[in-house]
């Protein structure tokens, strides 16, 4: 209700009605024109009214005949309302005015002077109503404060002061909760009590923050700090405070504070720093072996030219390494062989480098190892043997013995290098180089090879086309029987007629065919024209039917599944009998998985051909697995029969060699037979069939065929 208001409900508790309509006049005088008015006499009536309807004030006559103003004034605050209370009367006296007001009644106005009963009764209305303002603010206060309480339990936050001056500290038990101690079992009202939970490593940084905010430098007190839990592991809580009271010399006084456990936010917060440092390890990792990858390796070769360049004596090389013939590993025994192998060197080269080298891999089968201050580039040599040695010893790999060899590049910084891409350029050129010298050996880096690299190149280019273009072809060199000197079959060796180069050797080009796959084509043109050559020869000479044709089939091919479909084909082409192909296989790259090698050989041998080992003596001899493999001939490496003569070893290999071979009940076939004596040796050693230039070099189709003719025509003169 508004106080300048001119309305008013009045209850009148008076016996007198001229009395009651005096009062009433004089509040209309007074201003309380709309007036709403009862008068009652008894106490029940009163009571009754009270409930019945809102009064603004009660005027009250002090002695009724069945009511007084005491006992009015009592029903009143018993009905619970704060309605102002004044007496109206004009018998009291002082002593009673007094005790009234102190039971309750606001105001006293003398009927003989009522002039005073509007400005009484407004001042009332105001203090009503100024009280009734306070009672709602006090109550929303209360909600408020009950509110707030539920949000703070609800959310967990701890609730301290602490008052500076007697170190006196009132927590709330969420503080305490927290730490799952109980409020017992220490003095959480000490301060002193608290600094010993917070873990030391927090403690400087929880002092700096507090001393700050003491000293005004901030505007609140904010730590985030470990507190010892009771079982002792550590609780993360933000600690936040602000001074609140200060005293007469602006000295902090009380402050004031939350705590929040915020152990979850930073386990999260170290689980994205660890998913972080995680990334940041991949991608400077490689994943199978978890050595540096490229990336890493780049990083460091940088750091290593920068300090190249400014220090003499923090000079650096980097070795490339290539494992040889890693693809017909992984062909051969599988992709987690071929994984397990992998990681074997990475672990053979991690356990060779200093700590200040680096061992990393690049991807497929490449590794590199980068040298740092290196203080004479024989040590690089004398490692780079150290690591080939390292890398020949068998690996065991799924329960069998693995044979590895390895190629090395090797770049030194005192080429003065700009970019981490240029030794690792020139490295893996010098690599290349070590493959072209016959693999397992290492090649320093020279400038000459950048050209040599570009040259292989473009001869890499040219083969793609050869095939297509003709340019390739087939010589044949005859394989004899020694005892009668009688022409069993040819070997066929493939030449390249290069139209700039000239005639190249397969040593120029069967490598970089081999590496670009390129061997697979080239293989089976060098089978399909082979063939149609024998099948002219013995349509023109049927006396040749008994001849053979050796082929030099690659690995590669060889685990080739449309390798039998092409076999048959060709045979079904030239009408030729299957038992008139062989195939030669190199000796070093047939052992590596013997069982599947046994079934693969077995194959072909179901197709009606025949299989040579080639090369024989220079692979790691699987001697104990030759048995299992189903082949019909060994053939003695060249380069033990071309030494016999001078070379007492190689006369004892090829004598070995012999002597196994016929255990096996296989036949031995030596090449590289270059003078008579080595022929008569070889036949004293029970050797069935030779080669060599003693015979005749490779010859030409139409060479090959005048020979053959002549030399037939020489064994019946005989
Ligand atoms: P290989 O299978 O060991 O072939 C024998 C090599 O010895 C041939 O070299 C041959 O010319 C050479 N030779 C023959 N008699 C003598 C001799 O009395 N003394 C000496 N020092 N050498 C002799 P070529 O033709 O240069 O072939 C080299 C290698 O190239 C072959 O070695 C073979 O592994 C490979 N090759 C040749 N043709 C092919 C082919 O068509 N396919 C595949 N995959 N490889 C081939
Ligand atoms: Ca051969
Ligand atoms: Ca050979």
């Known amino acids: 209700m508004n106080i300048a208001d001119a309305s008013l409900r009045v209850l009148i508790v008076e016996d007198c009605d001229d009395d009651a309509v005096l009062l009433r006049r004089e509040l209309k005088r007074a201003g309380f024109e709309d007036l709403t008015w009862a008068q009652v006499q008894t106490a029940d009536d009163f009571k009754t009214i009270l409930q019945t309807q809102p009064w603004d004030v009660v005027l009250s006559d002090y002695k009724l005949p069945h009511l007084n103003a005491p006992a009015a004034l009592d029903l009143l605050k018993q009905s619970g309302q704060d309605i102002p209370f004044i007496v109206v009367s004009g018998t009291v006296g002082e002593a009673t005015a007094v005790a009234l007001m102190r039971a309750g009644a606001c105001d006293y106005v003398m009927k003989d002077n009522l002039s005073r009963l509007g400005e009484a009764v407004r001042r009332e209305l105001r203090d009503a109503q100024d009280r009734r303002e306070r009672q709602q603010a006090e109550n929303d206060l209360e909600r408020t404060r009950e509110l707030l309480k539920l949000a703070i339990e609800g959310s967990g936050i701890g609730l301290w002061n602490w008052h500076l001056p007697s170190g006196t500290v009132w927590v709330n038990d969420r503080c305490i909760q927290m730490l799952d101690y109980s409020p017992t079992t220490l003095d959480f009202t000490r301060y002193e009590t608290w600094v010993p939970l917070i873990h030391p490593d ?79 390890y991949n991608s400077l990792h490689d994943a199978l072996t978890g050595l540096p990858n490229r990336n890493f390796l780049k990083q460091r070769l940088e750091l290593a030219i920068q300090r190249s ?261 060709i045979l079904a082409q030239s009408a030729l009998s299957p038992c008139c192909l062989n195939l030669e296989i190199t000796e070093s790259t047939l052992i590596q998985n013997i069982q599947a090698m046994a079934l693969r050989l077995q194959q072909l041998r179901d ?23 189903p082949v019909s001939a060994l053939k003695i490496d060249r380069t033990f029969v071309t030494t016999m003569e001078t070379h007492g070893p190689s006369a004892n290999i090829v004598e070995t060699l012999i002597t196994l071979s016929n255990r096996l009940g296989l036949e031995a076939v030596a090449e590289g037979v270059e003078t008579d004596h080595q022929r008569k040796q070889l036949h004293g050693l029970g050797c069935e069939l030779a080669q060599g230039h003693w015979f005749t070099h490779p010859l030409s189709a139409p060479d090959a065929e005048r020979w053959l003719v002549e030399a037939e025509a020489d064994l019946n003169a005989k």
């Not at 602006?250 to 936010?265: A, M, N, W």
């Open 202 to 280: 927090d403690q400087e940084k929880h002092l700096a923050a507090l001393a700050a905010h003491l000293e005004n430098l901030t505007p609140t007190f904010d730590s985030e700090i470990r507190l010892r839990h009771r079982e002792g592991h550590w609780v993360w809580v933000l600690n936040r405070g602000k001074v609140v009271e200060w005293d007469a010399d602006d000295k902090p006084q009380l402050l004031s504070g939350t705590l929040t456990d915020i152990t979850e936010r930073k386990q999260a917060e170290e689980e994205r720093h660890q998913a972080a440092a995680q990334i940041l």
């Open 309 to 569: 360049r400014r220090y003499p004596q923090a000079q650096f090389a980097v070795l490339f390494l290539d494992l040889d013939h890693f693809k017909v590993i992984n062909d051969s025994l599988g992709h987690q062989a071929g994984d397990d192998i992998l990681v074997a060197v990475a672990n053979t080269l991690g356990g060779m480098v200093r700590s200040s080298d680096m061992a990393a891999r690049l991807g497929g089968d490449e590794f590199v190892l980068l040298l740092e201050e290196v203080d004479s580039f024989q040590v690089v040599e004398v490692v780079a043997e150290r690591l080939l040695e390292e890398l020949q010893k068998p690996f065991l790999v799924q329960g069998r013995e693995v044979f590895l060899n390895a190629s090395l590049g090797i770049v030194t910084s005192l080429a003065q290098y700009q970019d981490p891409t240029e030794p690792l350029r020139d490295a893996d050129i010098a690599m290349y180089r070590a493959k072209a010298r016959g693999r397992g050996c290492f090649v320093i880096f020279d400038d000459s090879m950048r050209q040599q690299m570009l040259d292989r190149l473009q001869l890499e280019q040219d083969l793609r086309r050869a095939i297509d273009h003709q340019e390739l072809v087939l010589h044949y060199q005859p394989i004899l029987r020694l005892a009668t000197g009688q022409v069993c079959g040819f070997e066929v060796l493939v030449r390249w007629h290069h139209p700039q180069r000239g005639l190249l050797l397969p040593i120029e080009f069967i490598p970089i065919a081999e590496e670009t796959g390129l061997i697979v084509p080239l293989d089976r043109w060098v089978l399909k024209t082979g063939l149609q050559q024998l099948a002219l020869w013995q349509r023109h000479y049927p006396y040749l039917a008994h001849l053979t044709l050796s082929f030099n089939v690659s690995i590669q091919d060889l685990w080739r599944d449309d390798l039998i479909p092409y076999l048959q084909s």
């Open 607 to 629: 197709l009606g051909l025949s299989i040579t080992i080639d090369d024989f003596g220079t692979g790691y001899s699987s001697l104990s697995y030759l048995h299992q493999l």
